[in-house]
């Protein structure tokens, strides 16, 4: 997937700021991982940023275009990553600006898509 061109830090910040919402276990389960350095990197590389690419871009791709790079984005998610991207993916927070003139079925694949990640991991 090609990804774009989007300040990996202000991911990052969504990413903190979701996280002091998160409810038990989830909460812990991430803050560890996610004071790790590597864990991070690789989260926001692999999991964050290919999605911030089929919401900045999926509303002007044609159906074809945006199930190609849907499928693209396979990497498998534990419960607790799958609840901090969901709220980007449903509008909230500092990317709410991305998901504006998403048409809704595409946020509704989107949400599926994570969910089936979610469970392919499980």
Known sequence: MKLFSFPTFAVEKAIAKRML??????????????????????????????????LAKGKTWDDDTFAAELQQWNAPFYPAEA??????IEGD???QLMQKNMPPERVQTLL????????ASA
């Open 21 to 54: 919402t998160l409810e038990s276990p989830h909460k812990e389960w991430f803050a560890q991982r996610w004071a790790q350095k590597p864990y991070r990197k690789a989260f926001v590389e692999n999991k964050a940023m290919p999605l911030i690419t089929l």
């Open 83 to 88: 609840e901090v991207l969901r709220p980007i």
């Open 93 to 95: 927070g500092l990317l």
């Open 112 to 119: 599926t898509r994570l969910e089936q990640l979610r469970q």
